[in-house]
């Protein structure tokens, strides 16, 4: 019953319009129906509402009616499936279906990504030309905002005696506890807003993100994996296994042909994957269990004068590099036609840009943990706040990051002191809400993200 008004959104909301149909009740119905289903399927196998789709379309499947009819038969196939080979586990109890499905699922949707065609890359750049436009002064204001933030985070907290400021004679005591955490919030805050704002524009897709596009979820899979296979847990061999799994998703999504869909999906089934099989360790009963699950929460509290260092020099040399990217950033909203009309290389330009955000990312997960909402909120934090052009909003994006992952860690350890909240569960609690105030408050002022 619902095919039709479906269809007509598939030729355009113009389209819909002049046929007598309303886009914005057709999507709130739809997205109704959706919601209530979805609520009978929790944990990641809701993963195969992603994965089953894909697959009718992949096997052939075009028209909509026919994915409606092939989607669900699919899905109800490999739950069904899987649920038999769990019960052939002699410890059936402990492995749920959920991560099994996941773990199966996720490989076999990489494997039919390789034949997934590409989609035009849309413009992701406002239209509006009476939008806000912030320049170096305002960049500079914001800096320092960051760094009047990070002394009071420093000098500012909260003791067995109450609220109180950092006296000289507890400086030395406390800075080794204090400053590690510190400069491991900023700069993967740093690191993980230049990499949004660098995806965001790469893709021409608002929601482009490292956590979205997986990035992040193969930085964790890397770490689960060593996790797996290795009796101890270097800082060494934690950061090239990381490294690892950000630049897995790199070569999967940079074969033939490179999409926002084929980004999206890939990032979606690299994160479905990685939850998975965090469900499996942590049902193991490891007795590395309580470093893992602190690190899963995006602690910072365990951090060290060694990830501070490292920390630091990537979001450093990131920053450096990040600026030589404008050219490419201004060029690659316009599509890929223009783009490659105007000389960019667009698998190169786009293979850098993905290496570029890889191995940053990949620290930044190895010092914070998985479990962060920066890299999607700080470049639109940048743009909402006037920050348009490519070079300022790289540079906005990067300071936003750094003040949520500062405030958050500052928060983390004095609002239930002596107990820690972990600074990305934090800001994942903290920052989707305000995130979702400030689109609203965009929808309401007309611009757009």
């Given at each position: 019953?619902f ?7 598939e030729a ?7 046929l007598?149909?309303?886009?914005t009740v ?12 979805s ?14 789709p894909?697959f009718a ?11 409606m009819i092939?989607?669900p038969?699919i ?5 069904w499936?899987?649920d038999?080979l ?6 059936a109890?402990?492995?749920p ?19 997934l065609?590409a ?7 406002p ?7 912030r ?5 500079a ?8 933030t ?12 109450g609220w109180?400021?950092l ?7 406390l800075?080794?506890l ?6 491991v919030?900023?700069?993967a805050?740093i ?23 997986g990035?992040?979820g ?11 296979i290795?009796p ?9 296994s990381?490294s ?7 070569y ?19 994160t479905?994957?990685?939850s998975?099989?965090a ?21 910072t ?6 990830d ?14 990040a600026?030589l ?5 201004s ?9 490659a009309?105007l000389?960019?290389r ?7 840009l ?8 990949a620290?930044?997960?190895l ?9 999607l ?19 906005a ?18 609002i ?21 105030f400030m ?11």
């Amino acid at each position: 019953m619902f095919v039709r008004p479906m269809r007509l959104l598939e030729a355009g909301d113009e389209s819909a319009k002049s046929l007598g149909a309303s886009p914005t009740v057709v999507r709130l119905f739809g997205l109704s129906i959706a919601v209530a289903l979805s609520t009978f399927a929790v944990g990641v196998i809701s993963f195969l509402a992603l994965a089953a789709p894909a697959f009718a379309t992949i096997a052939g499947a075009r028209t909509l009616l026919q994915r409606m009819i092939w989607s669900p038969l699919i899905a109800a196939s490999q739950l069904w499936l899987i649920d038999q080979l769990v019960q052939l586990h002699p410890q059936a109890a402990a492995f749920p279906a959920g991560a099994a499905t996941a773990l199966l699922g996720a490989p076999l949707l990489f494997l039919f990504l390789l034949r997934l065609r590409a989609a035009p890359v849309q413009s992701g750049e406002p239209k509006s030309a009476s939008e806000m436009r912030r320049g170096p002064r305002s960049l500079a204001a914001l800096a320092a905002g960051l760094a009047i933030t990070v002394l009071l985070a420093f000098y500012f907290g909260r003791s067995l005696g109450g609220w109180d400021w950092l006296s000289t004679a507890q400086l030395n005591d406390l800075v080794v506890l204090r400053l590690p955490r510190i400069v491991v919030a900023l700069s993967a805050g740093i690191m993980l807003g230049i990499s949004g704002t660098l995806l965001q524009r790469m893709t021409g897709n608002a929601m482009a993100a490292p956590e979205v596009l997986g990035v992040s979820g193969g930085a964790c899979l890397g770490v689960l994996i060593l996790f797996l296979i290795s009796p101890t847990l270097a800082r060494t061999s934690l950061l090239i296994s990381a490294s690892i799994g950000a630049l897995a998703l790199v070569y999967v999504t940079t074969g033939r042909h490179l999409s926002s869909e084929r980004l999206l999906l890939a990032g979606t089934a690299t994160t479905t994957l990685a939850s998975a099989l965090a469900a499996v360790v942590l049902a193991s009963g490891d007795p590395r269990l309580t470093f893992l699950l602190a690190w899963l929460s995006g602690s910072t509290y365990t951090a060290t004068a060694t990830d501070a260092w490292i920390a630091a020099v990537t979001a450093m040399l990131l920053g450096l590099l990040a600026p030589l990217t404008v050219r490419w950033l201004s060029v690659l909203p316009l599509g890929e036609t223009v783009s490659a009309s105007l000389g960019l290389r667009l698998r190169l330009v786009r293979s850098a840009l993905l290496l570029l955000v890889a191995v940053p990312t990949a620290v930044a997960v190895l010092v914070i943990g998985p479990l962060s909402f920066v890299g999607l909120m700080a470049p639109h934090l940048a743009a909402l706040t006037g920050f348009r052009r490519p070079v300022l909003q790289i540079f906005a994006a990067a300071i936003s990051g750094a003040l949520m992952l500062t405030i958050a860690d500052w928060a983390g350890r004095t609002i239930i002191f002596p107990w820690q909240v972990p600074a990305g569960l934090l800001t994942a609690l903290v920052g989707g809400p305000f995130f979702l105030f400030m689109m609203a408050r965009a929808s309401r002022s007309g611009e757009r993200l």
